[in-house]
DNA sequence: CTCCGATATGGAAACGTTTCCATGTGGGGA
DNA sequence: TCCCCACATGGAAACGTTTCCATATCGGAG
């Protein structure tokens, strides 16, 4: 541990204000102002004077005071469940993109899906003095932060959320999404599915996701998938999500709310001995970058969160520029045909095939290192 | 596209100061500022009546008032190339797990790995006060952004970066991993080698690990390893990757810079007809998840983005408290022990065997459905 | 009854801007 | 020569806080 010499930078002056360039142009303040900020009438010889003070005093407009005045902060709140998860992370990324070139900065909190945290994280930037605020929560429908941000005229926009409360949304529409892959599975002969998520309870997009498939599998005449939630354990653990899959009743198509998740499976399932997609077939929610570049390419849904941060992005600028709040129909989502995805074996088809012993789970561990 | 119906929300009043609050509890301004920081005496009787007040006003401070007069905005700025690449994102992550606790919040940038908007996207985190600065960049010891923010006292912390210009960073020592690397590929016969990177020209990691990797090579008396810089064109369509690949001379290892690289070659490797890692041995950088639910989990320097990003919080916090800076050793990385590691093809363990035709490689694309 | 100290309270300055308004200067037209 | 107007300039208020300081009130001790 190594500790670098003391020294006391040379610090030139710790603030120059627009009060220390007008001394030293040996103008007033106003006029310095009008100047820097070309609003106003200056004489030539003034103009250069304050130019000279502040580039020799290394000046720079001091966003608070700004802010105060003129009770636009130029920041916009963002608030998402975890940038740990690459899809909002992107999101967050689209966001970034769009509004950088708009003078609006992103100031940025995350919840950690806790639903608690996510309403206590926004009223500390509504604190903040926000212009507006994007935002990815647990229950946007319920929240008192929300309902403040509201009361103090402060334009909201949503990301992933199925628009809800007046509230516009950049979102693709998870429900049909979801139907569009039971379409699949039906259309292949599955019947016995099973839909598995994490949390659940504190994302909506999983319940739409999951609705959406229900409600397919149902018009099809297909038993209703298996909804399995998975504990943060059995996601991380394939050993602990093996055995949970083992002991499932004669899955044949699994439905992963997310792309993590399905790669999750596949890995169990090797250590199961079985062959995805003989054995089982998965499919995936996002569309992330990885599951094109595996092995076996996962089939999946394909979003783009980033295209969801840019248009929650451009909603909130519209709104900031005095809009009326508009919904933007839901962005596209498309198939992508993997290899993860195939009819049952045949000796599945029908209903009542007896479950197979899977070997061992607890011996499987050498597989590892074989893949 | 549908339109909300125009109604203005019942605002009830835009804002509600601490003077509203005064007014109504019939009592200085002073006095409430008092009361409701608890920062000085106050009767009980006025008290009871400024807490009401401010209950039926629904008030709350502006932090923008208080930053102003306080000269600290409780506000950290951090910079860094993308949040799209999941390293950063989890170490953004991590700083924000930490920052939680304590009331700072995290103002964030990214440059998209440009040397010019970094140090614009560092002068606006200035001009919005921040109190601190957590920073990835292109190239901090010339950086006349980072500069400044020395000039005016502001605290600054590196991620990512090998300690610099005297100012304290969380990172890895990305060199020793990569010597790490060569080690590995030396002892196990491999002698031609490359290393493949993006942006090396603005990654001084890339730089740190293929300096390292060179270093290790020619203390074992291997040849240089070839240095190969992808354009993003190549890293996203491993078509275009095979080819690049197919022209090289006989590699028998790859270290790749970066986790995603490595994936996309392994990907290409297959295009060509190549088995990793009978005919290819890879090992990748980062340690992503994703590289250990591979079919063929991935061989990779294994590092913790969020403790970077939580180290970097930390430091700056301390720095924040008027503590000496101090760099911390360097956090730790492991050898992930992969799959796609392993001796050279005996036919290729001499240095003169004739580069293998590769098969078409248009040919190939076929190969994307079965994986 | 007087005086002192402790306690309670509010006015006002300061933080760094922008902008309204008033003042001052100059030139051109009558 | 005189006026008026356009232009240049600076003072001051306002934005929402906190905090210093002065004042007011009260109880108790002498």
Same mark, same amino acid.
């Given at each position: 541990m190594e500790t670098f010499p003391y020294r006391r930078v040379e610090?030139?002056? $710790?603030?120059v204000t627009i009060k220390d360039v007008a001394r030293r142009a040996g103008c007033g303040i106003a006029t310095a102002s009008r100047v820097l900020n070309n609003s106003g009438p200056a004489s030539a010889d003034v103009r250069s004077r304050v130019q000279k003070a502040a580039q020799d005093l290394g000046f720079?407009?001091?966003?608070?005071?700004?802010?105060?005045?003129?009770? +636009?902060?130029?920041? %916009?709140?963002?608030?998402v469940p975890s940038l740990a998860n690459p899809v909002f992370a992107e999101a967050v990324q689209g966001l970034q993109t769009v =509004?950088?070139?708009?003078?609006?900065q992103l100031l940025i909190a995350s919840s950690?899906? /806790?639903?608690?945290?996510d309403n206590d994280a926004i009223a500390t930037l509504i604190a903040k003095?926000? /212009?507006?605020?994007?935002?990815?929560?647990?229950?946007?429908?319920?929240?008192? $932060?929300?309902?403040l941000a509201r009361t &103090?005229?402060?334009? %909201?926009?949503?990301? !992933?959320? /199925?628009p809800v409360a007046g509230l516009p949304s950049a979102h693709v529409d998870n429900g049909a999404a979801a139907r569009e892959v039971a379409r699949r599975f039906g259309d292949l002969g599955h019947r016995r599915t099973a839909f598995l998520a994490l949390r659940f309870a504190s994302s909506d997009r999983s319940r739409n996701r999951y609705a959406g498939f229900l409600a397919e599998c149902r018009l099809r005449g297909l038993? /209703?998938?298996? =909804?399995?939630?998975?504990?943060?354990?059995?996601?991380?653990?394939?050993? +602990?999500?093996?055995q949970t899959l083992a002991a499932l009743p004669d899955l044949t198509a699994i439905f992963a709310s997310n792309d993590f998740l399905a790669i999750a499976v596949q890995k169990a399932a090797r250590l199961l001995g079985w &062959? %995805?997609? +003989?054995? =089982?077939?998965?499919?995936? !929610?996002?569309?992330i970058e990885i599951g094109r570049l595996l092995d076996v390419p996962l089939a999946t849904i394909e979003t783009e969160p980033a295209a969801m941060g840019r248009q929650a992005a451009l909603t909130l600028l519209d709104l900031l520029q005095g809009g009326a709040p508009v919904q933007l129909p839901p962005l596209p989502f498309t198939f992508r045909a993997g290899a993860t995805l195939a009819p049952p074996r045949a000796d599945r088809r029908d209903d009542d095939r007896v479950a197979p012993r899977p070997p061992s789970v607890l011996s499987l561990k050498t597989d590892l290192k074989q893949g």
């Amino acid at each position: 541990m190594e500790t670098f010499p003391y020294r006391r930078v040379e610090q030139v002056k $710790a603030k120059v204000t627009i009060k220390d360039v007008a001394r030293r142009a040996g103008c007033g303040i106003a006029t310095a102002s009008r100047v820097l900020n070309n609003s106003g009438p200056a004489s030539a010889d003034v103009r250069s004077r304050v130019q000279k003070a502040a580039q020799d005093l290394g000046f720079s407009f001091s966003a608070l005071g700004r802010a105060l005045q003129s009770s +636009r902060s130029m920041t %916009v709140g963002c608030l998402v469940p975890s940038l740990a998860n690459p899809v909002f992370a992107e999101a967050v990324q689209g966001l970034q993109t769009v =509004l950088a070139g708009t003078g609006y900065q992103l100031l940025i909190a995350s919840s950690n899906y /806790d639903g608690a945290a996510d309403n206590d994280a926004i009223a500390t930037l509504i604190a903040k003095e926000v /212009d507006g605020l994007i935002v990815t929560m647990v229950a946007p429908e319920h929240s008192a $932060a929300l309902a403040l941000a509201r009361t &103090r005229g402060i334009p %909201v926009a949503l990301m !992933f959320h /199925d628009p809800v409360a007046g509230l516009p949304s950049a979102h693709v529409d998870n429900g049909a999404a979801a139907r569009e892959v039971a379409r699949r599975f039906g259309d292949l002969g599955h019947r016995r599915t099973a839909f598995l998520a994490l949390r659940f309870a504190s994302s909506d997009r999983s319940r739409n996701r999951y609705a959406g498939f229900l409600a397919e599998c149902r018009l099809r005449g297909l038993p /209703d998938p298996v =909804l399995i939630e998975l504990t943060e354990t059995e996601a991380n653990t394939p050993e +602990r999500l093996a055995q949970t899959l083992a002991a499932l009743p004669d899955l044949t198509a699994i439905f992963a709310s997310n792309d993590f998740l399905a790669i999750a499976v596949q890995k169990a399932a090797r250590l199961l001995g079985w &062959r %995805v997609p +003989r054995d =089982l077939s998965v499919v995936g !929610f996002d569309g992330i970058e990885i599951g094109r570049l595996l092995d076996v390419p996962l089939a999946t849904i394909e979003t783009e969160p980033a295209a969801m941060g840019r248009q929650a992005a451009l909603t909130l600028l519209d709104l900031l520029q005095g809009g009326a709040p508009v919904q933007l129909p839901p962005l596209p989502f498309t198939f992508r045909a993997g290899a993860t995805l195939a009819p049952p074996r045949a000796d599945r088809r029908d209903d009542d095939r007896v479950a197979p012993r899977p070997p061992s789970v607890l011996s499987l561990k050498t597989d590892l290192k074989q893949g």
